[in-house]
């Protein structure tokens, strides 16, 4: 059985962060595919910068060469507040029996236990979680007890279609969305431009360029 990849998120912009997310993660979980899904309105978050169309035409542009990578607009297309198990619901019923794995920095696995209905995201889908540059994997008790009880190897992710959880060491990459929001804000020197082009891929700097994004 196959296993495929879920990385949601807000993508305001895609940065080289969450490529080296899904390049460490189809490598290290043996993963056929990796759907990158962009939210319409993540529900921890009180708005997006950009347009959903925009993200995604972003997330398109920085995966046009990734291979297995594709992009998912379930989210964008239901509109409205972003619930992640919304998402693994309709994903699940379409896809009864395949493996999912959620795949998660571990800033986000942290609060996992703050999410709507978070025990059944794990009863629906496996959750995969990279360590994060600057935020070490601090879970509280509820997850620590997730961790306890549900940790397997990559190699178990294909053995059922979800319900464990398996860590993996990603290789850093210094970069938030918003901190490259920051620096699209501000006139850019040549010391800027060259940081900006160390964070988010040629092609996604140039739309955003193009159609002013971030600029307020
Ligand atoms: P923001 O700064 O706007 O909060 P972000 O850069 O954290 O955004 P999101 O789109 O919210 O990006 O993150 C989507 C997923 O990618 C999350 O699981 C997050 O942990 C992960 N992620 C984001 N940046 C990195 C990074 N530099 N390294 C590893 N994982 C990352």
Same mark, same amino acid.
């Not at 998120?9 to 962060?17: A, L, R, T, V």
């Not at 009864?96 to 978070?118: E, K, N, Y």
């Given at each position: 059985? +196959?296993?495929? +990849?879920?990385?949601? @998120? /807000? ?8 490529? =080296? ?25 009180? /708005? ?7 993200? $995604?035409?972003?997330? =398109? ?17 239901? !509109?409205?507040?972003?619930? *992640?198990?919304? *998402?693994?619901? $309709?994903?699940?019923? /379409? ?9 998660? @920095?571990?800033?986000?696995? %942290? ?18 979680? %990279? ?12 997850? =620590? ?9 990559? $190699? !178990?992710? #294909? ?9 993996? %060491?990603? *290789? ?9 929001? !920051? ?6 020197? !040549?010391?800027? #431009? ?14 955003? /360029? ?7």
């Amino acid at each position: 059985m +196959g296993v495929t +990849g879920l990385l949601g @998120g /807000s993508f305001d912009p895609i940065h080289n962060g969450h490529l =080296q997310l899904a390049r460490d993660a189809l490598k290290q979980l043996t993963l056929d595919e990796l759907r990158f899904i962009p939210a319409a309105q993540p529900w921890q978050k009180d /708005s997006l910068h950009a347009p959903a169309e925009h993200r $995604a035409q972003m997330v =398109q542009l920085a995966i046009a060469d990734e291979p297995r990578c594709t992009l998912d607009m379930h989210e964008i297309e239901r !509109g409205g507040v972003t619930y *992640t198990i919304d *998402t693994l619901r $309709a994903l699940r019923s /379409s896809l009864p029996r395949r493996a999912l794995v959620l795949i998660m @920095g571990s800033d986000q696995f %942290a609060r996992l236990d703050t999410w709507r209905d978070w025990k059944e995201n794990l009863r629906t889908v496996h959750i995969a979680v %990279a360590q994060r540059a600057r935020n070490a994997l601090i879970p509280g008790l509820n997850l =620590q007890t997730v961790l306890d009880n549900h940790r397997c190897d990559a $190699a !178990g992710l #294909a053995l059922q279609p979800g319900g464990n959880v398996v860590e993996f %060491a990603m *290789t850093p990459v210094d970069v938030s969305a918003t901190e490259v929001r !920051g620096l699209l804000r501000l006139t850019q020197s !040549g010391k800027q #431009a060259d940081r900006l082009s160390a964070m988010v891929p040629r092609p996604v700097l140039d739309y955003i /360029s193009k159609h002013h994004l971030y600029k307020e």
